[in-house]
């Protein structure tokens, strides 16, 4: 089998910036999170996107090698894709929230209490999961949510790019 980490990384990085693109989009055209339904069709778009890491990375593989994956092995590279979906997607974030470009998780809890979501029962157990998604909860969604996003889109696109002989 050849080498499939420049494959993994195109999918994972890829998918990665149009996923931070769109976090910027929705941060810009929607500050304060005044438009739920805006938020929602952004966060819906970024599930989306998570997806084709997996998808992108067997596309590019496919057509380097000019071969056709069996499903397994399209979900392992969508797999590895979607981890490197996950690092790349929290470390860009981090730096966008670092230079105020996109909220932290003080802005996020400031907003939740402006807009009285922090008014009635579970405000707490409301800001400790806010924390926790935006700390080390962020590295552990992104990186479970790139797995499984990338595997499917990894066996989506063993399915849909078939170049050649498969390949053993």
Known sequence: MPPRLTSVLIGGMASALVAILLSVANALSNPGSQNPGLGIIF?????????T???IAVWHYTGEHELSLTGG???G??????????????????ILIMANVL???EDAI??????????GPGA?????MVEFTMGW????????FGVITGLIGGAIGAAIFKRGPEED
Request: charged share 10%.
């Open 73 to 75: 092995q399209g979900v």
């Open 103 to 105: 909220p932290g998780p």
């Open 77 to 94: 590279i969508g797999a590895m894709a979607g981890i490197a979906y996950g690092v790349v997607s929290v470390v860009l974030s981090r």
């Open 43 to 51: 966060g819906l778009l970024g599930c989306l996107t998570m997806l």
């Open 53 to 55: 890491s997996g998808l």
């Open 110 to 119: 400031r907003q939740m209490e402006e807009s009285g979501a922090l008014d």
């Open 137 to 144: 909860g962020a590295i552990i969604f992104a990186i479970i």
């Open 124 to 128: 707490d157990f409301a800001v400790m």
